[in-house]
């Protein structure tokens, strides 16, 4: 009697079993009532199942009974039977397409809801095609492999070949020139500071204030000059008043001897400004003492001329009183005009041929 009881309390615990399975299944399934029966039509139905969801805005509000093929005057076309919980309430103008609720979930109908009059249970659901974004990425994941193998992977090897030529060039040049930048520098360097010395040499306070001097003096001497050809101007006047018609000839001949010989004193003068010029560009050590004597040698020339002037006034005021001597001695004194013509025309003429006797200096 204890064994049949024991039996018995075992098969009403597998009857339970198997009741409580049945209803989860149900349950699931939404089988508690007579689900409302729709369908749609999908052209592919890649990933759908029967039994896969049906989501009402995010709601899941049935199953997929199932699907099945049919062939059509447009081609093969799949339809899709829906298992809604009943009552529940799908506008006409509501549309269904196949898609994951999320990126890890299988796929499922997903119907977007509508404004217009509830549809009859039994009725078909508009159908739309969504996007495949699984197959979007691949599809894009496979136009980037050929792009990476049809464009980047030639670019990438001429770059390489580009840069294992062109860059062992650049890395030997580089190396080269700091190999003669580090071997050159010192030199570089003690040239500067050698230049710099120079510079500060020649621009010592005391060589500012002789070449200052020296150009004040030259200065001076063309304005005596100017004064001269004044002079010379009047003592022709003077001469043509006092000379007979025998000696016009000669004092012409003076005068155009004394005209050119200030053009040519003034031309000297320009060389020397010019000498003078590139004496102060003279920035080398090896031309210090060549400014030294080249000063020295314009102190003497700057007395040279001042000599010159103080003659050629001196001249002027003796022709000036020509009027006072008489014809005998005006013979003699054109003599010694015509001769001091012919020297100051002598000694422009050597500085014009050689004007380098402003630095050296004449033997």
């Known amino acids: 009697m204890r064994w049949k009881q024991a039996d018995f309390l075992a098969g009403m615990f597998v009857i339970a079993g198997f009741a409580l399975i049945l209803a989860i299944i149900i349950v699931v399934r939404g089988q508690i009532g007579a689900p409302d029966k729709y369908h749609t039509y999908f052209k592919n139905v890649a990933g759908l199942r029967a039994g896969a969801a049906v989501v009402y805005e995010g709601y899941i509000v049935g199953a997929v009974a199932d699907v099945t093929p049919e062939s059509g005057d447009t081609g093969m076309r799949f339809r899709v039977n829906l298992d809604v919980e009943k009552d529940w309430v799908i506008p006409t103008d509501s549309v269904a397409e196949i898609s994951a609720v999320s990126l890890l979930s299988a796929n499922a109908i997903q119907i977007s809801a509508g404004g217009g009059a509830p549809l009859a249970p039994g009725s078909e659901i508009r159908s739309i095609t969504a996007v495949n974004v699984m197959a979007e990425i691949s599809k894009t994941a496979d136009e980037l492999t050929d792009i990476a193998q049809t464009h980047l992977a030639p670019l990438l090897g001429t770059l390489r070949e580009v840069l294992d030529v062109e860059g062992r060039d650049a890395l030997s040049s580089m190396s080269d020139l700091s190999g003669a930048l580090a071997t050159q520098t010192p030199q570089i360097m003690t040239n500067i500071e050698t230049a710099t010395a120079n510079m500060a040499d020649m621009t010592s306070r005391e060589n500012v204030d002789s070449i200052r001097r020296t150009i004040d003096n030259v200065e001076q001497v063309s304005q005596e000059v100017i004064d001269i050809a004044g002079n010379a101007a009047e003592v022709t006047s003077g001469v043509v008043r006092v000379a007979s018609g025998d000696n016009i000839s000669r004092v012409e001949t003076i005068l155009d001897r004394l005209d050119k010989a200030?053009?040519?004193?003034?031309?000297?003068?320009?060389?020397?400004?010019?000498?003078?010029?590139?004496?102060?560009?003279?920035?080398?050590?090896?031309?210090?003492?060549?400014?030294?004597?080249?000063?020295?040698?314009?102190?003497?020339?700057?007395?040279?001329?001042?000599?010159?002037?103080?003659?050629?006034?001196?001249?002027?005021?003796?022709?000036?009183?020509?009027?006072?001597?008489?014809?005998?001695?005006?013979?003699?004194?054109?003599?010694?005009?015509?001769?001091?013509?012919?020297?100051?025309?002598e000694m422009t003429s050597r500085l014009r041929d050689d004007p380098s006797l402003i630095i050296r200096g004449s033997d």
């Open 262 to 345: 200030a053009i040519e004193l003034e031309s000297t003068m320009l060389a020397a400004n010019r000498a003078t010029q590139r004496m102060e560009s003279a920035m080398s050590e090896d031309n210090m003492q060549m400014v030294t004597e080249f000063l020295g040698d314009l102190r003497t020339l700057q007395g040279d001329i001042g000599k010159i002037v103080g003659t050629s006034v001196e001249t002027s005021r003796n022709v000036h009183t020509i009027t006072e001597f008489s014809e005998d001695r005006l013979d003699g004194f054109l003599r010694r005009m015509e001769a001091a013509a012919l020297n100051i025309e």
